[in-house]
């Protein structure tokens, strides 16, 4: 990279490093993703009558998902550009009951949520950020771990010198789920669930309609020397989806074809849910842009998603040295290598993969050497390892072409991820060749 492209690429390291720390759970992604649009002059779906070229529009849904457009000066009803991405991250949740005290030790009872090893999850620093909501509907933002005179919590493992027979079972084995559960405080609960009154003012009972979860503690950092490398909770996937908002955000004048974006909750667990990408959120906001241009029918969202295109911006793993017999010799993805282009994403033999066509492919190579991005082609691993989806197969159905693109990425699902600040850098700037195509 010449001093230019450099400087450009620690700038952007920077923005990002400053949204990771805001955004440690999909509420807070989607707020801080929000005031950036409203910042950049986009307006609410409702607040519009009839869409216009030009025009920057975002409708939000449950406070976690959200679609950002800039209308292109051709009709929206000839399809889109959509970069889709994911705001949630694998993690622990409080449950509806989650405090209880054991033996002089209090602690906060939790639920795995997405694919994570539980072993890491052990003796590190952890925050807890969420929302409670009582019965009369005002909502208490819970945010402890971060701040500066903040405490933390923590998960205690079992010292060496007594660990003999545990360190004889299997490593998915050698710690219950049941058993990750967070150190709170140390005594009595009645004196916890006073703490927590003083605090946030609620009541044990309103832990029951609460969505709280357990984050690692701090906030990104460098790595490395030559500080080439960013290591943060949530890569998987907000380097993707803060991407795809840059993007969008950065681009000039208004596109050709309308330009949007999809940060999206819940891929973790299969993209379920009212505000994951099986829900009909995506095309009820299609439907509502190609009714603010006078096309009401049916049939006409359902030809517009034909017609449109997607950019799956989700990670994809990094080769590690260490770990090479995962790897699929020569269609790995490499750090500083761009992000990594993958035809096919799915288990073993392409289950789950929506397998994009060779057409689309070259399509995306040419705008891609075009504005002269570095990229790679990769695969997630060797056929018989495992394997991993995104949301492109529910994207598919729609018929629209659907490729992944996405950062390759070291420690993917841990409390700590790394990712090149390069490979950041040029995701986001192969996300804005993709609206100027």
């Not at 720390?21 to 999909?26: D, G, L, P, Q, Y």
């Not at 208004?254 to 819940?266: F, L, N, R």
């Amino acid at each position: 990279m010449d001093e230019n492209l450099i400087a450009e690429c620690e700038a952007y390291s920077k923005e990002y490093m400053d949204y990771l720390s805001v955004a440690k759970t999909e509420r807070r992604a989607y707020a801080q993703a929000v005031a950036l649009l409203e910042r950049a002059g986009y307006r609410e779906m409702s607040s519009f009558e009839r869409l216009q070229p030009g025009d920057k529009v975002y409708r939000g849904y449950h406070g976690k998902t959200v679609m950002a457009a800039i209308v292109g000066k051709r009709p929206v009803a000839g399809g889109i550009r959509v970069v889709g991405g994911h705001t949630d991250a694998p993690r622990l949740d409080l449950k509806p009951r989650p405090i209880y005290e054991k033996d002089g030790v209090v602690y906060f009872d939790t639920h795995i949520y997405g694919g994570i090893k539980k072993y890491q999850w052990l003796v590190h620093p952890l925050a807890v950020y969420g929302t409670i909501v009582k019965k009369s509907g005002e909502k208490v933002d819970v945010a402890i771990g971060d701040g500066p005179d903040d405490p933390v919590f923590m998960i205690s493992d079992l010292l060496p010198h007594l660990a003999h027979d545990l360190e004889q079972k299997k490593l998915k084995d050698f710690f219950p789920a049941e058993d990750l559960d967070v150190i709170a405080s140390v005594g009595k609960k009645d004196e916890l669930l006073r703490l927590v009154k003083e605090r946030f003012g609620v009541e044990e009972d309103d832990f029951l309609s609460a969505e709280l979860e357990v984050v690692p503690a701090g906030m990104p950092r460098e790595v490395g020397m030559d500080r080439s490398l960013i290591a943060a909770y949530g890569h998987d996937d907000r380097v993707c989806a803060y991407a795809g908002l840059s993007a969008l955000l950065k681009l000039d004048g208004t596109p050709e074809v309308t330009a949007s974006i999809v940060m999206c909750d819940k891929e973790e667990i299969g993209s379920m849910g009212a505000t994951g990408m099986q829900s009909s959120f995506f095309e009820n906001t299609v439907a509502e842009m190609l009714v603010r241009q006078g096309v009401a029918g049916d049939i006409d969202v359902r030809r517009c998603l034909e017609r449109s295109t997607m950019l799956s911006a989700d990670v994809t793993a990094a080769a590690d040295p260490h770990f090479g017999d995962v790897n699929s010799t020569g269609n790995e993805a490499k750090l500083k290598g761009g992000p990594a282009l993958s035809k096919y994403t799915g288990g073993t033999s392409k289950s789950g993969a929506s397998d994009a066509r060779a057409e689309f492919v070259a399509y995306v190579r040419k705008f891609l050497d075009g504005d002269g991005v570095t990229w790679q082609m990769a695969e997630l691993g060797r056929m018989e390892k495992g394997g991993g989806g995104t949301i492109s197969q529910y994207m598919a159905r729609f018929g629209m072409d659907v490729i992944d693109f996405g950062t390759p990425i070291l420690n993917m699902h841990a409390p700590w991820e790394l990712a090149s600040k390069e490979d950041c850098y040029w995701t986001y700037r192969a996300y804005k060749a993709y609206f100027q195509s």
